[in-house]
């Protein structure tokens, strides 16, 4: 079973769209991410979730929306896509320990590669 | 500002042969630094975690030191082989919070 899941993996739409790609994580974790990798691979995170609840929001601009139904699963709708928006997004997930102590280790899914022509 | 950074940018190496790759870490505070293996169209993957008390962590041909007085990590790969051609990322991760640095990464190429 995979671990952390997001969908599409390839996503080619025209500037100016809306899109959305989904994620998932079987893990049982409280903290989900979504990172954006450039074409120079850096990845840099957008936003983080704890428990359905915003933790970390980057400079980002607010075309991007993420949407937490439960602590399983993290979406990312993206409003009017720009050509600079093309990148592979990644999804991810941590875990707390019973501590709270974060140990940091983070779960990825595969990406999904967006382009936007 | 909390940076970290990686050397070389990338590495080209013969099937066999041993590497070293570098990480510098300006982070505090500090709470644990990993090495991230990330093969062509996948996810990062965890390969080690350093926390400050530790010296040196082995996974199987990969080695992880961290030296949190310089702030310096390191990872070696012994006997590389085609499969290690990855890019490697060093993360590390803050005290307290939930942040996370990321390095830009070494691309490494295993030649057979």
């Known amino acids: 079973d995979t671990a952390v899941s997001q969908t599409p993996k390839y996503l080619v739409t025209q500037m100016g769209n809306d899109k959305s790609i989904k994620c998932e994580q079987n893990l049982g974790h409280d903290t989900m991410y979504w990172y954006k990798q450039d074409s120079k691979k850096f990845l840099k995170i957008m936003f983080s979730y704890n428990n359905k609840e915003l933790i970390i929001n980057e400079t980002v601009p607010n075309r991007f929306s993420p949407k937490s139904p439960d602590k399983a699963h993290l979406n990312l709708h993206i409003n009017s896509l720009e050509l600079g928006d093309s990148a592979v997004y990644f999804c991810?997930?941590?875990?707390?320990?019973?501590?709270?102590?974060?140990?940091?280790?983070?779960?990825f899914g595969e990406g999904s590669r967006l382009t936007v022509l | 500002k909390n940076q970290v950074e990686q050397s070389p940018q990338s590495l080209i190496i013969l099937e066999g042969k041993n590497c070293t790759l570098q990480c510098n870490y300006t982070v505090s505070p500090f709470s644990n630094l990993r090495w991230y293996k990330q093969d062509t169209g996948r996810g990062p993957v965890s390969l080690t975690i350093m926390t400050f008390s530790e010296n040196t962590k082995s996974n199987g041909r990969y080695t992880a030191t961290l030296d949190a007085d310089t702030k310096q990590s390191s990872l070696h790969i012994t006997a590389s082989q085609l499969s290690d051609s990855a890019s490697y990322i060093c993360?590390?991760?803050?005290?307290?919070?939930?942040?996370?640095?990321f390095g830009a990464g070494t691309r490494l190429f295993v030649k057979a």
């Open positions: 993360v590390v991760h803050e005290g307290g919070g939930f942040k996370t640095i």
């Open positions: 991810a997930s941590s875990q707390r320990e019973g501590s709270g102590r974060d140990t940091g280790e983070l779960f």
